[in-house]
């Protein structure tokens, strides 16, 4: 029993090792190609395998999309995350906004094609399904988890009031954090994180061009500007 054990502890490690080869080619051609024209026929070329058997590991390119968009929200999410624990301060909640927001900024400028692939253009013919919602989330999370602390502290700032189509309208955001953020900061939250990546999207894809200079300078103080907290 114990070398069927060794034998299946084995075939497991070298399944993981080839999916993660596979998903990093698919990664790196992403760069290349975009996310309509990856193949995974082109992946295993370059692996040096039949498609037959990428197809063991990786059922489909939808499949191959799934891993990638999995593995860039995980990847932005820990990120993000780390940036809002460097401020050691916890109560300094605007300079953990300018840590995250810097962070996503910098992460997106350095992996502009991951970027792309979860907050442009969705891709012809692909259906994200539900196992993208947790990583998704992860990333969201760490905004959500900082708008929550600025409630329980009693920080919030003077709250406007929110229009009833309004309040209706955001009944699954207020389901998400468990209703621990009253609805004015909430929206402020959601707004400044919409604020910040449409940013990002003028800046990434051209919308900029020769109109600003130093968009570093630019973006510290669009965040700043669009600070919720």
Request: aromatic residues 6%; hydrophobic residues 45%.
């Amino acid at each position: 029993m114990a070398d069927v054990s060794v034998h299946r502890t084995a075939r497991d490690i070298a399944r993981e090792e080839i999916t993660r080869a596979i998903v990093a080619e698919g990664r790196r051609q992403l760069t290349e190609v975009g996310p309509s024209e990856l193949s995974l026929r082109a992946v295993a070329r370059e692996l040096g395998m039949v498609s037959s058997a990428v197809y063991r590991y990786v059922r489909s390119r939808d499949d191959l999309l799934t891993a990638l968009i999995i593995e860039i929200y995980t990847e932005l999410g820990e990120a993000l995350a780390e940036a809002d624990r460097s401020v050691t301060d916890w109560t300094r909640f605007s300079a953990r906004w300018m840590a995250i927001a810097e962070r996503l900024h910098r992460w997106a400028v350095e992996h502009p094609f991951d970027y792309a692939l979860v907050y442009g253009s969705p891709v012809h013919g692909y259906r994200a399904p539900r196992d993208t919602v947790a990583p998704a989330g992860r990333v969201t999370g760490v905004l959500l988890g900082l708008l929550a602390e600025v409630q329980a502290a009693g920080r919030s700032p003077e709250p406007r009031v929110v229009p009833r189509p309004v309040h209706r309208a955001i009944a699954g955001l207020r389901d998400v954090t468990d209703h621990s953020i009253d609805d004015d900061l909430l929206l402020r939250g959601v707004q400044a994180w919409a604020g910040l990546l449409g940013a990002i999207n003028l800046q990434l894809f051209g919308h900029l061009h020769r109109g600003v200079d130093d968009y570093d300078a630019w973006f510290r103080d669009t965040a700043a500007r669009l600070c919720p907290v």
